[in-house]
């Protein structure tokens, strides 16, 4: 286990409770969740092309339309504080609801360079309903094609 007392750099985020956390964080996967390739298979089934998980832009955005500067995130109910689904582990409970508050701030804070950049942030949840949001950003973007 981490000696406590040690402080390491964590750039505003909450530091996990020791080392067995952290190792387990590092291991979840950052991109290609199911909801995602299930909506980027619907896209793709409509002619719709887009590029993924674009590290140039603020946040990484899962699927960008760069022709009409759309970017669209599918957020996990638990890693981004969902008001329907998401829970919290009773193991340490302030330090998770200290780490989804960093993690929905950040969110907006890419939301908003996002649109200084002259984009489109849509943001949809992991149980939504691939059909309606593929409708959704289909809609706009052939609006703005």
Request: with cysteine; net charge positive.
């Amino acid at each position: 286990m981490e000696n406590p007392g040690i402080v390491r750099p964590n750039h505003g985020r909450p530091v996990p409770l020791n080392e067995t956390v952290t190792r387990q964080m590092k291991k979840m996967p950052r991109q290609g969740s199911g909801p995602e390739l299930r909506l980027r298979r619907e896209l793709f089934r409509r002619g719709m092309r887009f590029r993924v998980n674009v590290r140039a832009l603020p946040g990484s955005p899962d699927i960008v339309f760069t022709a009409v500067r759309i970017a669209v995130f599918v957020d996990g109910c638990f890693w981004h504080g969902c008001p329907i689904h998401a829970t919290l582990p009773k193991n340490n409970r302030r330090w998770w609801n200290e780490k989804i508050a960093v993690n929905r701030e950040r969110d907006r804070r890419k939301d908003l360079e996002l649109e200084e950049l002259g984009w489109i942030s849509l943001h949809y949840w992991e149980h939504d309903e691939v059909d309606e949001i593929a409708d959704e950003i289909e809609w706009l973007w052939r609006q703005l094609r």
